[in-house]
């Protein structure tokens, strides 16, 4: 048997638990909010009673003064703050924390409208319902609201008198009713504070129900027929505070009920489960949850903003939430404002550092981290991941820190589902931050969905400039809100009249595939006196590369940058360098750059291997023309200290040697070589023959760090 036991009571459960406690004659310190309350609760020798309000600070006074073995959870189940404080106040000082649970009336909820009673049933008069001929047809399951504020808009929506067993802490959030001391009947204890609370908000005589519950269904019912109500407003307080006979007697009674729900859905056990945990000294049962508590951190994507976008999960964890952070406009969707209220933390912040630092410095036990469209998709729940799971590990031994990701919807679902498209075969490109090449991903692609930075009219006239005018523009600004608009027009036609505000675009576009994957035709490149590495060869250099989209790459002895831009379109999210010591060959390679919209691609004019020095490491190289520097190009690649692949080319067969030495000098793994010989077709007369190219070498192989 447990021998000290910290109850907070306050509840039918705390009073049986109080009395159970009383008649084994465990040592107890039992402490309610009201002198009310106390009056309720068996005395002993053993017992001892704390009455009043208490913060977190003075609960863990308390608890360090009176040292239980065990603290009992016992608070309604609306007293969320009183519950997290309990909690935590428990998790700061290692005592183990046990929370006794009010059964939830979910069925009873259910069964109101078809439940009967054994007894003659009364017809209900013209006084029992409400006036609205509608409503009295609409009379059947109660009006659920998540809060009394929610509660508190549906009543203004409503009409007739208010039956209201609340209690009269949140009388308050009901006054700015119309008719408030003439339709509103409070039911409240008979506690002289209480009273005259209720009479400074204008609620006096008849309108003052000072009674001590549960009621039974037949006195709920004779209340609501005296005061004429046509509205219940009740909280969801369950078998023990009389729920079930309240929806009872409100349905015999024609009345409209509005039900505040419970503010979490908790775990806990039963008043029975409790005392048997008592009685067994709590072995294996009573989980201690830490020096300093649990955390539960919910990042959750809330959407295009407007409210009827979050999910019903998210609104869930949110509504749970102690502490929320977010960058400003996602608060202001949520309607929050930083600063602290109600008992929550609204921290207007979106840098990881910051949120974690305002997580630990809070210790509430229920986080929620707001980010924009859904969690997964372009959004700052990657890098906030890595943050929250570096704090997760530091907290070890002191919080038991869990970590939930809640999806939202994305601006690329909402656009799709506005235009009746479907959006699974569309390439996605984010131009926030970064610059992606997004002509070659329309080109190559029918759908383009394009995160913008309100740069429409940029990206329009760079679509118009390489050919690609007719691609069809869907615009959304600001969507779900209401000043969402949705435009329609050739990339050729942007006019620039839109709205300002967050866009996004889908793009369109019939003529694609203009250009193949590789080996890009000689004819579309800007050419000079520069030569030119064929088709053919730029394919085979791209297979031996094994480019990746967001590779780093060096073309040295670049050209006309035939092959630069061809590894900037297979690098679409990397960086291509073209070193060439030919201004004309640097002008080349910008000006073929810009027809094929490769902003990835940067000419570096000057030397290798001198100009290679400030540059950053990178993942594949190919050596096009050395000017017989090729060991000092190879050394000074191996000083990056950086693993990567590299291929050369040769059209001489002393630079082959070289290649091939150097291969074997710097030990480059997987090392091989080939011929690449090309013959074209070329008419003659009314016929057709073969021309031969000249052969050129390619050898390629891994440069280890």
Avoid at 417 to 425: A, K, T, V
Avoid at 597 to 626: R, S
Wanted: net charge neutral; with cysteine.
């Amino acid at each position: 048997m447990i021998q000290r036991v910290m109850l907070f009571a306050g509840t039918t459960e705390g009073r049986l638990l109080c009395e159970f406690l009383a008649e084994t004659k465990i040592t107890a310190c039992v402490c309610v909010t009201t002198s009310y309350g106390e009056q309720l609760l068996p005395s002993g020798n053993h017992m001892e009673i704390c009455t009043g309000s208490l913060d977190r600070a003075q609960m863990e006074e308390k608890m360090q003064s009176f040292g239980p073995r065990l603290v009992i959870d016992a608070t309604h189940p609306y007293a969320k703050l009183a519950t997290e404080n309990i909690r935590n106040a428990c998790g700061s000082l290692n005592i183990p924390y046990l929370r006794v649970i009010r059964e939830s009336c979910g069925k009873e909820k259910n069964r109101a409208v078809t439940a009967t009673d054994e007894k003659e049933t009364v017809t209900p008069g013209k006084t029992d319902v409400a006036e609205n001929p509608a409503a009295q047809e609409e009379i059947g399951l109660p009006t659920e609201a998540d809060s009394m504020e929610a509660a508190a808009k549906l009543l203004e929506k409503m009409e007739g008198n208010i039956l209201v067993t609340t209690g009269s802490k949140e009388l308050e959030i009901l006054r700015s009713l119309p008719g408030f001391s003439q339709r509103v009947f409070a039911r409240i204890l008979p506690q002289p504070e209480m009273v005259r609370k209720c009479i400074d908000m204008g609620l006096s005589g008849r309108h003052l129900i000072c009674m001590q519950g549960p009621f039974s269904e037949e006195m709920n019912y004779v209340m609501l027929r005296e005061t004429q109500a046509a509205i219940l407003l009740t909280k969801e307080s369950g078998a023990a505070g009389g729920f079930p006979e309240k929806l009872r007697a409100a349905k015999r009674a024609g009345a409209a009920v509005v039900v505040v729900k419970r503010p979490v859905e908790e775990k806990g056990c039963s008043v029975e489960e409790a005392k048997a945990l008592l009685l067994n000294g709590g072995q294996n049962t009573v989980q201690n949850i830490g020096p300093e508590g649990r955390q539960s951190i919910s990042i959750l994507g809330i959407g295009m903003g407007a409210g009827g976008c979050m999910t019903e999960g998210a609104k869930t964890l949110l509504s749970r939430a102690g502490l929320v952070a977010g960058a400003g406009r996602l608060l202001a969707s949520c309607n929050l404002t930083a600063g602290r209220k109600d008992g929550r933390e609204v921290l207007a912040a979106w840098e990881p550092d910051i949120i974690c630092r305002a997580i630990r410095e809070s210790g509430e036990a229920e986080v929620a981290v707001l980010m924009s469209g859904d969690s997964g998709f372009y959004s700052g729940t990657k890098k906030l991941l890595q943050a929250l799971e570096l704090y997760r590990e530091q907290m070890k031994g002191r919080r038991e820190v869990t970590i939930h990701v809640e999806p939202g919807i994305s601006s690329l679902s909402y656009f799709a589902s506005r235009l009746q498209i479907s959006w699974e075969d569309a390439k996605i490109v984010s131009c926030h931050g970064k610059k992606e090449n997004l002509l070659a991903a329309v080109s190559a692609h029918r759908k383009t969905f394009v995160l913008t930075e309100g740069q429409t009219g940029e990206i329009c006239a760079r679509l118009t400039a390489a050919g690609l005018g007719d691609t069809m523009v869907y615009e959304g600004t600001n969507l779900s809100g209401p000043e969402e608009s949705i435009r329609k027009y050739p990339a050729r036609e942007y006019h620039g009249e839109g709205k300002g505000g967050l866009t996004v675009l889908f793009l369109i576009n019939e003529g694609r595939g203009r250009f193949p994957t590789a080996g890009i035709p000689e004819e579309c490149f800007i050419r000079g006196r520069v030569p030119m590495t064929k088709s053919e060869v730029r394919s085979v250099i791209l297979s031996k590369l094994s480019v990746k989209e967001d590779d780093i790459i060096y073309d040295l002895g670049a050209g006309t940058g035939s092959v630069s831009v061809e590894l900037a379109l297979a690098a679409g999210k990397g960086q291509v360098y073209a070193v060439e010591c030919d201004p004309e060959g640097i002008e080349l390679i910008r000006r073929n750059g810009e027809k094929f919209g490769c902003h990835n691609l940067t000419a570096v004019e000057g030397m290798a291997p001198q100009v290679l020095e400030g540059l950053p490491a990178p993942d594949a190289v190919f050596i096009g023309g050395t000017k017989g520097r090729l060991s000092g190009i190879l050394e000074a690649l191996r000083q990056k200290k950086k693993p990567m692949r590299i291929c050369m080319s040769a059209v001489t067969l002393e630079t082959v040697s070289e290649a091939l030495r150097c291969a074997e000098g710097f030990h480059l793994q997987n090392a091989d070589a080939c011929q690449i010989a090309v013959t074209r077709l070329q008419p003659a007369g009314g016929l057709h023959m073969l021309k031969a190219q000249n052969p050129i070498f390619l050898i390629w192989g891994d440069l280890a760090e």
